[in-house]
Every structure is written in structure tokens, then in C-alpha cells.
């Protein structure tokens, strides 16, 4: 900066001899390189990057472009983003041999900042970005770390990330004293909460892990106030409120660790590990109550802050349905999975529990259960498939269901039921006899009632009843598949009487062969007996029933019977 010198003229009388001429005035440079530079390092310390890289490219200016104030000029642009670019010209400098410790310090700065980005793409390569960072950084700080004060925070992060707890610690001690803004202070309790689990672990260790752990805590409070009560910080804050949870849990204060874990979600549900959390927050009778108590308690802050119509808290919901679930409390469980498949149908399995949780509730709500299995399967064939396979228990559940619903004589309910328990399996003979036999009643039933309007007719039950034991006899070809399949045919479709005739013989055939060997699977060998006897008496009743319109036919035609 000049100094500008005003001069103030005066009235003065004439002279003859000429006046002596002034001496012009020296320009005073208040702005030096070296004050440029530690302005702009000031500037970039407390995050104003443009103000940083513009006094940088002054400093630059003036000094001729030499690199000791060109490596500035990189820094700020890395910090402005323009990492690439940036990092190539960093790279051109390295191998040309200029720089020294200045350039050691860019790259260290440019791969941490690459991590960071690698990390949030979740890529693989972000651990040798982090290395590479760690490695660099150590030794240019061990050098002369004054020089870069801005250098301990991504030493301390890239530390951490490598597992060099010793490094991170020192580090971030460092950082501290440079700055006690939010982020730092946020990475303080990491840091801080890592080193003092790992210390807990050893008893000769454990006072002073402790001792980490509750400074940890206490950064992690002094960071949630620095970031303020700021909906762009909803991120960062739920971090901090994870990491003063898990340090409560070390610390063995689960109560206030419930606390802390309620703000995160109220801030950033999607941040949560909710099912580390739920084993976390277990009561000491091993129940999820403190776990629920904490979800309901997050989910309200979330609304409150968020309102009702954001989708980020379906996670939270689904979560806080299956600890309700877990603890026997249906209705609300029901009410959570609902509200978060709404907000989310990629949750298609809330379907499986409701429907559980209806099962669970008693007969009245079979059907309601029945329905909600439909719309899982219907949401998403493949996960309602591998929910249903993942245990026998899972595989009982729709089956006990089934027969509970036909037991009711819901049997509309029961035929919906038995065609999505195929959408599971479709190659047990089982559950296609179990569609046939669904399917028919639900036809007798729909006939009887003589609806108007029904959704589905009579015929179309025993239709689909007819295709469904000619699946099963495709599978496995068993007596009680024949019987009831002619029996579609005889009293249902009331047509191809000579095909259900050779169905009950075959069905007697068979059903006779099995009694010979006596090889039966378990629970079968009744089971044949009555389709042996049901064959037997079904075709009698058939070829009677054709025998009197034969007589009747006759009759019609000639009175007598003859030609």
C-alpha cells in the first residue's frame, strides 16, 4: 500500500527568485511479500478461501511467480476445490525437484483431500489416498510443523483412518490449539473415543481410557454447540451425538447414551446403525424397550425439527416397528412398519411383519395378515421368496395361517393365500394341492353365497383348482392328488367324466401300491387311506350319475329304449 501524501497550498505573497523545487516523495510498501503470506494463511485457517487465494496470487505477483509463494497459490485452490488441476501442477513441481517441504506438505494436503472424496464415492482406493496422506504429512510435521498449522487436522483424520491412534492423538492435540471449531472438535472425539476403547481393554490401561473416553465426551459436547442448531449442520451434528453415545456406552451410562443417540436421529436418522443399536440399548432382561423408547423419542425430534413429510426417518420407523414387534406390542409395531413402507417402499418387507404382527394378534385379524403377505409378494416376488426360505420358522408361518384362515371357513382368504405361498416355491407338490384344495372351496363358498358381483366366480375357483392339481400330479403323482383333481372335474367343472373316471382308478391303483409296500411319508399314510376310499366311492357315484343319463337319453329318444 502507498502512502499518499496531500499537501494543502496556502496563499503566499509574489517573489521574484524562483522557489527551490520540491523532492519527490518516497513510496512506503506496507504490504510485503512474507505479510501477504501470513495474511492469506490466516485467511485460509479460518476458512475464507477466496480471500486466502486472492491475497496467495498478490503474493505471488509480487514475488515474480517463484514457487515458495506459487505453492500457496496451489494450497488456496485445493482448498477452493480445484483439487485436480491443482494436484497436476503439484506433481509438475515434485518432479522438477522444486519446493523441498512445501511440496511434500501439497501432496499430503492433495491426497487427503482425495480420500475424502474416495471415501464419499466408497471406494476402495480411499485407504491408499489416506496413507499416502498420513505418510506425507508425518514427516513434513515432524520437520517443521509450525510452518503448516492447517496441516494437523488432515494428519490427525488420515491417522485415524489408518489405525495410527498414536499419530491421530498428537495430532489432533495440535489441531486443537490451531482451531476448536466444530468439525475438529467433532474429530477430537473420535479420535479421543477410539484411543480410550482400545485402552479399556486393558485393565492396566483402563482408568486411562476412561479418562480418553470422557474428554472425548466432552468434545463432542463443545462441538455440538460450536455447529449450532443449524439445519445445514444436520449431518455433522448427528455424527457428533453418535459419537457421544458411544462414548457414554463405554462408560457404561446407557441412559444418557439413549439421550444421545435420540438427538442424532432427530437430526440425521439416516446416520444411524440402528441395528448395532439395538443390541446396544438392550435392558438388562436382554428387551429392546430402551431401544424403542429411544427410537420413539428420536422420531418425535425428527418431526418436530423436519415435519411430517420427509422420507429420511423410514429407516428410523421401520426399526422402531421391529422393536415393537420384538417386545409383543402389534398394533404399534403395525402402525411404525406401515409409516415407514409408506414413506419408502423399497421396505417391502414391513409387509412381512405386519402380516406377522396381525398373525400374532389373534384369528380376527387372519385376514388382514393374509393381506398383508399379498402385498409383499406383489411389492417384491424375490424378498418375500427369501424372507419365506430364510428359516423353517419363516416357511411355517404362511402355512399355519393358511389353515387357520380355511379352519375359520375364510376360505376366499385361505385360496388367496395358498397362491402367494407359491410365489415363494413353486416346485412343492404340497403347496399346488393346497391351492386345489383352497381354490375349490373357496369356489363352493362363493356358489353358496350367491353373490352378484363376486370378484371371482365359482368356475374360475375350480379352474384354477383343475390347473393347480395338474401341477401337482406333474411334480409328484400321489392318490390324493388324483382324487381331488378328478373330484374338480365331477362335481366342480362338471365335464370329462371318463378323464376323472381313469383319475380315480389310477388314484386306487396307487393308493393300493402304497398300502403293499407301506412306504408313506410322514403323516401320509391316512391321508392316502381316505383317497383310496373317496376314489373308490366317487367313481361309483360318477358312473352311476352316467349310467341314469344314458337311461334318460334312451328314454327321450324312444320311449322305451329301443331304436
Known amino acids: 500500500m502507498l502512502l499518499q501524501l496531500t499537501l494543502l497550498a496556502t496563499c503566499a505573497p509574489l517573489v521574484t527568485a524562483p522557489l527551490p523545487p520540491l523532492a519527490a516523495a518516497p513510496a512506503l510498501v506496507v504490504d510485503d511479500v512474507a505479510d501477504l503470506l501470513r495474511r492469506g494463511k490466516a485467511e485460509l485457517l479460518a476458512g475464507n478461501v477466496e480471500a486466502a487465494l486472492a491475497t496467495f496470487r498478490e503474493a505471488n505477483d509480487r514475488n515474480g511467480g517463484d514457487v515458495d509463494t506459487e505453492v500457496w497459490v496451489l494450497r488456496a485452490r485445493i482448498a477452493k476445490g480445484e483439487l485436480d488441476a491443482a494436484f497436476d501442477r503439484v506433481i509438475e513441481l515434485e518432479s522438477e525437484g522444486r519446493g523441498g517441504v512445501d511440496v511434500q506438505y501439497l501432496i499430503g494436503i492433495a491426497r487427503y483431500e482425495f480420500g475424502r472424496r474416495l471415501e464419499l464415492q466408497s471406494s476402495p482406493q480411499a485407504g491408499g489416498a489416506y496413507q499416502e496422506a498420513a505418510a506425507y504429512l508425518k514427516e513434513v510435521m515432524e520437520k517443521g510443523g509450525d510452518a503448516y498449522p492447517d496441516a494437523w487436522l488432515p494428519l490427525a483424520a488420515s491417522s485415524r483412518w489408518m489405525g495410527d491412534t498414536?499419530?491421530?492423538?498428537?495430532?489432533?492435540?495440535?489441531?486443537?490449539?490451531?482451531?476448536?471449531?466444530?468439525?475438529?472438535?467433532?474429530?477430537?472425539a473420535k479420535i479421543r473415543i477410539a484411543r480410550g476403547a482400545a485402552l479399556m481393554g486393558d485393565e492396566t490401561t483402563r482408568a486411562a481410557g476412561a479418562r480418553a473416553i470422557e474428554q472425548g465426551v466432552r468434545d463432542a459436547q463443545e462441538a455440538a454447540k460450536a455447529l449450532g442448531n443449524k439445519k445445514e449442520t444436520a449431518q455433522q451434528q448427528a455424527d457428533v451425538y453418535l459419537q457421544w453415545g458411544v462414548g457414554l456406552l463405554?462408560?457404561?451410562?446407557?441412559?444418557?447414551?439413549?439421550?444421545?443417540?435420540?438427538?442424532?436421529?432427530?437430526?440425521?436418522?439416516?446416520?444411524?446403525?440402528?441395528?448395532?443399536?439395538?443390541?446396544?440399548?438392550?435392558?438388562?432382561?436382554?428387551?429392546?424397550?430402551?431401544?424403542?423408547?429411544?427410537?420413539?423419542?428420536?422420531?418425535?425430534?425428527?418431526?418436530?425439527?423436519?415435519?411430517?413429510?420427509?422420507?429420511?426417518?423410514?429407516?428410523?420407523?421401520?426399526?422402531?416397528?421391529?422393536?415393537?414387534?420384538?417386545?409383543?406390542?402389534?398394533?404399534?409395531?403395525?402402525?411404525?412398519?406401515?409409516?415407514?413402507?409408506?414413506?419408502?417402499?423399497?421396505?417391502?418387507?414391513?409387509?412381512?411383519?405386519?402380516?406377522?404382527?396381525?398373525?400374532?394378534?389373534?384369528?380376527?385379524?387372519?385376514?388382514?395378515?393374509?393381506?398383508?403377505?399379498?402385498?409383499?409378494?406383489?411389492?417384491?416376488?424375490?424378498?418375500?421368496?427369501?424372507?419365506?426360505?430364510?428359516?423353517?420358522?419363516?416357511?411355517?408361518?404362511?402355512?399355519?395361517?393358511?389353515?387357520r384362515l380355511w379352519d375359520s371357513q375364510k376360505f376366499v382368504a385361505s385360496a388367496d393365500l395358498a397362491e402367494v405361498r407359491l410365489v415363494a416355491d413353486r416346485s412343492d407338490p404340497l403347496l399346488w394341492n393346497d391351492v386345489g384344495l383352497m381354490s375349490r372351496?373357496?369356489?363352493?363358498?362363493?356358489?353358496?353365497?350367491?353373490?352378484?358381483?363376486?370378484?371371482?366366480?365359482?368356475?374360475?375357483?375350480?379352474?384354477?383348482?383343475?390347473?393347480?392339481?395338474?401341477?401337482?400330479?406333474?411334480?409328484?403323482?400321489?392318490?390324493?392328488?388324483?382324487?381331488?383333481?378328478?373330484?374338480?372335474?365331477?362335481?366342480?367343472?362338471?365335464?370329462?367324466?371318463?378323464?376323472?373316471?381313469?383319475?380315480?382308478?389310477?388314484?386306487?391303483?396307487?393308493?393300493?401300491?402304497?398300502?403293499?409296500?407301506?412306504?408313506?411319508?410322514?403323516?401320509?399314510?391316512?391321508?392316502?387311506?381316505?383317497?383310496?376310499?373317496?376314489?373308490?366311492?366317487?367313481?361309483?357315484?360318477?358312473?352311476?350319475?352316467?349310467?341314469?343319463?344314458?337311461?334318460?337319453?334312451?328314454?327321450?329318444?324312444?320311449?322305451?329304449?329301443?331304436?
Do not use: C
Open 441 to 563: 372351496d373357496a369356489g363352493d363358498f362363493v356358489r353358496r353365497s350367491k353373490a352378484k358381483d363376486p370378484k371371482t366366480t365359482p368356475m374360475e375357483y375350480y379352474e384354477r383348482a383343475w390347473e393347480a392339481y395338474q401341477k401337482a400330479l406333474e411334480l409328484d403323482r400321489k392318490p390324493q392328488y388324483l382324487n381331488d383333481g378328478a373330484v374338480i372335474l365331477h362335481y366342480g367343472l362338471q365335464r370329462s367324466p371318463e378323464l376323472a373316471i381313469a383319475m380315480y382308478d389310477e388314484a386306487e391303483e396307487l393308493a393300493l401300491e402304497m398300502q403293499a409296500k407301506g412306504e408313506f411319508a410322514e403323516g401320509e399314510e391316512e391321508i392316502v387311506k381316505i383317497a383310496l376310499r373317496d376314489a373308490r366311492n366317487n367313481r361309483k357315484l360318477l358312473k352311476r350319475a352316467l349310467e341314469r343319463q344314458k337311461e334318460k337319453q334312451g328314454g327321450e329318444d324312444g320311449g322305451d329304449g329301443r331304436p
Open 166 to 188: 498414536e499419530t491421530a492423538s498428537s495430532a489432533i492435540d495440535r489441531a486443537l490449539e490451531v482451531s476448536r471449531d466444530g468439525a475438529t472438535l467433532a474429530l477430537a
Open 250 to 403: 463405554f462408560l457404561e451410562k446407557k441412559g444418557e447414551a439413549a439421550t444421545a443417540y435420540s438427538t442424532a436421529m432427530g437430526w440425521d436418522p439416516t446416520q444411524v446403525d440402528f441395528g448395532q443399536l439395538f443390541s446396544s440399548l438392550a435392558d438388562k432382561d436382554g428387551t429392546a424397550a430402551p431401544f424403542v423408547d429411544a427410537l420413539k423419542a428420536g422420531a418425535a425430534a425428527f418431526e418436530k425439527r423436519w415435519g411430517k413429510n420427509l422420507s429420511s426417518d423410514a429407516g428410523l420407523l421401520w426399526w422402531l416397528g421391529y422393536g415393537q414387534y420384538s417386545l409383543g406390542r402389534y398394533e404399534p409395531a403395525i402402525a411404525s412398519f406401515e409409516r415407514a413402507v409408506s414413506k419408502f417402499p423399497a421396505y417391502s418387507n414391513a409387509h412381512w411383519y405386519i402380516g406377522l404382527s396381525q398373525y400374532f394378534r389373534g384369528k380376527e385379524f387372519d385376514i388382514e395378515a393374509g393381506r398383508a403377505f399379498r402385498r409383499y409378494a406383489d411389492a417384491d416376488a424375490v424378498s418375500f421368496a427369501q424372507m419365506v426360505n430364510s428359516s423353517p420358522q419363516n416357511k411355517a408361518y404362511p402355512g399355519r395361517l393358511l389353515f
